[in-house]
């Protein structure tokens, strides 16, 4: 009796270990949404940032970006293939600063996809000369389509523009082989809990 009492009490208390510290499993897409020195002249063509690709497969909901002037803009994320996997509603940023696009639907990416931005006019979202080659369209080469492979110009560049997205893990795959080490788990069991955790309360 006494055994099967202790039993239930190492069992419950795994479970609530469990349960306190799960959250949910998220990582960066994208660089700090800060004011930076410059903002592209091109008008109607894509730029793509390759500094922090999604790191692993997920969703996300927002996007935050420094707007250096007022425009409309589209978010688009492009994957390892450098396929247009997604390409956002018209976004409009009313003026200068920190913004926060909200969408309407959860966004899901692979890990490795790049996020970029379509500017309608001039471009909106600041950049600075450093970091990983940018890559981007020719000026008025158009709105990108979903399926598409971008058409980059021959020139690349480091660049790191303002714009990031907050990926949620949507496979408990990324805990595995060590994995669950690079965050803020006590073991595998408590990080995959977490995920399964997170992605039911959805439900």
């Given at each position: 009796?006494?055994?099967?009492?202790?039993?239930?009490?190492?069992?419950?208390?795994?479970?609530?270990?469990?349960?306190?510290?799960?959250h949910?499993?998220?990582?960066?897409?994208?660089?700090?949404?800060?004011?930076?020195?410059?903002?592209?002249?091109?008008?109607?063509?894509?730029?793509?940032?390759?500094n922090?690709?999604?790191?692993?497969?997920?969703?996300?909901?927002?996007?935050?970006?420094?707007?250096?002037?007022?425009?409309?803009?589209?978010?688009?994320?492009?994957?390892?293939?450098?396929?247009?996997?997604?390409?956002?509603?018209?976004?409009?940023?009313?003026?200068?600063?920190?913004?926060?696009?909200?969408l309407?639907?959860?966004?899901?990416?692979?890990?490795?996809?790049?996020?970029?931005?379509?500017?309608?006019?001039?471009?909106?979202?600041?950049?600075?000369?450093?970091?990983?080659?940018s890559?981007?369209?020719?000026?008025?080469?158009?709105?990108?389509?979903?399926?598409?492979?971008?058409?980059?110009?021959?020139?690349?560049?480091?660049?790191?523009?303002?714009?990031?997205?907050?990926?949620?893990?949507?496979?408990?795959?990324?805990?595995?082989?060590?994995?669950?080490?690079?965050?803020?788990?006590?073991?595998?069991?408590?990080?995959?809990?977490?995920?399964?955790?997170?992605?039911?309360?959805?439900?």
């Open positions: 009796m006494r055994r099967t009492i202790a039993a239930v009490l190492v069992m419950t208390a795994a479970v609530l270990g469990l349960t306190t510290a799960a949910a499993l998220t990582g960066t897409l994208g660089n700090p949404a800060t004011d930076r020195a410059y903002v592209d002249g091109y008008h109607n063509f894509t730029i793509v940032d390759t922090h690709p999604a790191p692993f497969d997920g969703t996300f909901t927002h996007v935050n970006y420094y707007a250096e002037r007022a425009g409309d803009i589209r978010f688009v994320v492009v994957d390892t293939t450098g396929t247009v996997t997604w390409v956002s509603d018209v976004i409009t940023a009313a003026g200068a600063g920190v913004q926060t696009a909200t309407a639907d959860p966004v899901g990416v692979t890990a490795g996809s790049n996020i970029g931005v379509f500017s309608v006019g001039q471009g909106v979202v600041s950049y600075e000369y450093a970091g990983a080659p890559e981007w369209t020719a000026n008025n080469a158009g709105l990108p389509a979903v399926g598409d492979t971008l058409d980059y110009e021959a020139t690349t560049q480091g660049r790191v523009y303002s714009m990031n997205a907050t990926v949620e893990a949507s496979s408990p795959e990324v805990c595995k082989d060590g994995g669950w080490e690079m965050y803020d788990y006590k073991n595998q069991g408590q990080c995959i809990a977490s995920i399964v955790a997170d992605s039911n309360s959805g439900k």
